[in-house]
């Protein structure tokens, strides 16, 4: 081999390593690779209506996914994810069905949610409570709850407002609703957090080490607690744009956001160990879940069929991420 | 064993002194780990503190630097009372602190572990209102203090769980030197170093000292520590057993102090002699 070949071999070597050292390029690969079997197997896949409607299906474990990242980036996890969404869903829908302003109605539910972030924090941060035993009580709580007040029945809510995300715009016959878009500004702003301020920079650091963090002085309790706060006040907004998607509140609704939001997390390369990853991978991990049960969907395959895969997604992805934590 | 005997009183008049403890005690269960220890740094020293493992070195720089909260006991800075409440207040204060584990935060790169803890903002609209970091400020501020301790290092932008233990101790020690504007303390700082990058660590010592700073420099190598301090502070099952000079004393008396095997005299028996 001659040196100037030689070169560029060690090169091409050093850009793909960089390319493949980038924790969103396998995600992405994994996404694609969906993609393909799923559009070989069925034309109808790919079809631009199909493409839409695959985005719609992933707003609300999108939405709830950007929660889920910050709280296990800080070496937690949210068992409660989907109970504060629906919890809010319930509220919102019950005090517009009842008469209020619904855009108070709406801004009442996302407080409760944000409260019930509030709870999850205080204990975690106060009492140094177990995220996953705290979270797991918090589900429980707010599940038997919601089934009291709404006498366990689902109800519709036909308020304006409160669907307005549902509503739709066209861009070059690729439908996009309202939700879809709140939910990328809200990856775009959360990003922005994480990445480009001081109070992501300790995010990472306490999920990391917690005791450098507090050694360096980072205020780690308050820290934690804004965490689990900003996160329940996203599922708020998630539920606002559950609202629009379906106009329906169901205390039932969204049994399997727990297992699906940390999937996209996991799936999006996030450790569940804390202090690594981001929300580009999880957004790309949201997309692959609601690909596979898409796609799944089409192929007419039982629902029950999709849980499994998914279950089997997030162990294989948990895995990968205990392999190469061991590598370090 | 000989007894040894104290040639040089330690002074107890204030003048001078920068940090001071009195009878601090700290307990964890029923293990004291500080059992009424005193402490004191004057200015512009460098002050060795050695023990055994488990003499409550470690103990008592965190009690100094707020990391745990004493008991009891008094820490005083310029003479004043201070009651730390957490490590945050004595960085405030200018007091830097190398711990023994490091406190660093493995995934995060070197320059974001050198500034963890006090991140700086860019300037205008972008820092005071989006409180965006400047990545490139402290970039290339890592960049300087980094060579300042000529360090072989990858670069600035490598992940701390990509370096070596020894480099991460440099980290650990460039973000003392960095950021101290009072006293710098360092737990160890040399302990994964080889010989080469050890002289670089005293060399900053050193050089923190030309500052104007006292360094507090915690040590099990006995030949650095009579290389570079002016006084030897001795730890004995969390105690101070005796504060020496190595002008005056050897290697063999500071250990024999440190193992119990030689009493040292009280400093005011020795000052009456
Ligand atoms: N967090 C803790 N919980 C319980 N006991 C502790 C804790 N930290 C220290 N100790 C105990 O306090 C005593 C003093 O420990 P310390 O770490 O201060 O010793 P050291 O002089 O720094 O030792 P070394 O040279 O090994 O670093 C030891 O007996 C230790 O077991
Ligand atoms: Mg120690």
Known sequence: MNSASALSFGRMSKIAARFVGTPSVGPLLVLLAFGLIFSLTNPRFLATQNLSIILQQTVIIGTLAIGQTLIIL?????????????????????????????????????????????????LISGLRLPPFIVTLGILGIITAALRLISAGGAFPVTDEFLGWTGNTVRLNGFIVTYGV??????????????????????????????EAARLVGIPVGRLLLSVY??????????????????PNADPNALQTA???????????????????GGLIGTLIGALIVGVLRNGLTLAGIDPLWQDLVTGILVIVAVALDQLTRGRR | MTPVEP???????????????????????HITALDGVDFELRSGEILAVVGDNGAGKSSLIKALTGAIVPDNGDILLD???????????????????VYQDLAVAAALDIASNLFLGRERRRPGFLGNVLRMLDKKGMRAEAERSMAELKFRLPSIGSAVEALSGGQRQGVAVARAA???????????????????????????????????????????NMPNVFEIADRIHIMRLGKRAAVVSPKTHTMADVVAIMTGAAKFEEPAASASR
């Open chain 2, 178 to 220: 960095l950021f101290a504007k009072k006293l710098a303390i360092m737990d160890e700082p040399t302990a994964a170093l080889g010989v080469r990058e050890t002289g670089q660590v005293l060399d900053l010592i050193q050089a923190i000292r030309q500052r104007g700073l006292p360094v507090v420099l915690i040590s099990h």
């Open chain 1, 258 to 276: 727990n297992l699906d939001s940390i999937t996209a997390v996991v799936i999006g390369g996030t450790s569940l160990f804390g202090g690594r």
């Open chain 1, 229 to 246: 706060v900003l996160a329940a006040f996203i599922y708020g907004i998630a539920a606002w744009l559950a609202l629009g998607r379906i």
């Open chain 1, 74 to 122: 800080t070496a937690g996890i949210d068992l409660a994810v989907g109970a504060i969404c629906v919890l809010g869903t319930i509220l919102a829908g019950k005090l517009a069905n009842s008469g209020y302003d619904p855009i108070a109605a709406m801004g009442l539910a996302v407080l409760a949610c944000s409260a019930a972030g509030v709870a999850a924090g205080s």
């Open chain 1, 181 to 210: 878009i709140i939910m990328l500004l809200l990856y775009g702003m959360v990003w922005f957090l994480l990445n480009q301020t001081q109070w992501g920079r300790h995010v990472y650091a306490v999920g990391n080490n917690p």
């Open chain 2, 7 to 29: 040639r040089e009183p330690v002074a107890t008049a204030p003048v001078g002194v920068v940090l001071e403890a009195r009878n601090v005690i700290k307990r964890y269960g």
């Open chain 2, 79 to 97: 003479g004043q009372p201070v009651h730390f409440k957490g490590p945050l207040d004595a960085r405030k204060l200018g007091i830097e602190t």
